[in-house]
């Protein structure tokens, strides 16, 4: 019997791929989002009007999942909704819960951001259902926001010196919970998600620039510009404080880290940040 797979943050850079992953497997797919006419799903894929902050619409669209890949933290606000998805999950009768959270959850050096999932880890595994945990480490993608700066020839911004981070595909973070939602086989288990090798903000301007064949320069920030320069992205004056602490703890070396886990699941080399670079060249200009 094909059951139903509930997707949250169903537009996100993980939700998306999960949903069509799960589409291309021909599951049966309900993916939660605010605005169902703009979101463009793979065919057969019922979308569901909701937000993980809004309780009611949660519980709406658990009604006849029996199996949910939560994504309820997108900032410092967000731990009771986290804590709510896991809640909603277990009223509506669902039996398998995948959740999205970080590296270093729960880890005080980290920081408050290391804090923000917690509570929603803690009731994951409370909860008495099948869960899994998947804490991805910097997430290849977040290179994007470097594009435009990379095809105007300007310096990307740098608020992480040579600190170096186990830089992971987000193709392989949704496999890895596509693998987790259909197979019970995880249960019980926390994945500690990276790529092959540790990067530093430096080392990947230089990957661009191989693959790009061209120059990517690399401008270091001090704090103080790094504050201007995310208030300038649109994040809150709490949101810069906490991830302050997080960008010093990446800064010496903190996020250093490798793990076979991808391998463990897949089985089979996770993605390098290269092969991320040159399937999306073209968001940088390809030269």
Not at 4 to 30: D, N, P
Not at 65 to 82: K, R
Not at 154 to 175: H, L
Not at 236 to 257: K, L, P, Y
Request: without cysteine.
């Amino acid at each position: 019997m094909v059951v139903m797979i509930l997707v949250t943050g169903a537009t996100g850079t993980i939700g998306s791929e999960v949903v069509r992953q799960l589409a291309a497997r021909g599951e049966k797919v309900r993916a939660l989002t605010r605005d169902p006419a703009k979101a463009q799903f793979p065919e057969g894929v019922e979308a569901a009007r909701g937000h993980h902050a809004d309780r009611a619409s949660v519980e709406a669209a658990m009604t006849g999942a029996e199996v949910a890949f939560l994504v309820g933290v997108f900032g410092p606000d967000d731990a009771e909704h986290d804590r709510g998805l896991v809640e909603a999950a277990r009223a509506a009768g669902v039996r398998r819960i995948v959740k999205l959270s970080g590296i270093g959850a729960g880890d005080p050096a980290v920081g408050p951001v290391g804090t923000w999932h917690v509570p929603g880890e803690q009731a994951v595994r409370d909860s008495e259902l099948e869960w899994t945990i998947l804490r991805p480490s910097a997430f290849a993608s977040n290179t994007l926001g470097w594009a435009a700066s990379v095809r105007s020839g300007s310096p990307i911004p740098n608020t992480s010196g040579t600190g170096g981070q186990g830089v992971v595909d987000p193709r392989d973070v949704s496999e890895v919970a596509v693998a987790a939602l259909l197979d019970p086989a995880h249960s019980g288990q926390t994945y500690t998600l990276t790529g092959p090798e540790v990067l530093s903000v430096p080392d990947q301007a230089a990957v661009l620039a191989g693959v790009l064949g061209r120059p990517v320069e690399v401008r270091d920030l001090s704090s103080a510009e790094a504050r201007e320069y995310l208030l300038g992205l649109g994040f809150s004056d709490t949101f810069i404080d906490a991830s302050e602490i997080s960008r010093g703890f990446v800064r010496e070396g903190g996020n250093e880290v490798v793990t076979g886990d991808v391998r463990e699941v897949l089985g089979r080399s996770a993605r390098t940040y290269r092969e991320w670079v040159q399937d999306h060249r073209a968001a940088f200009g390809e030269g």
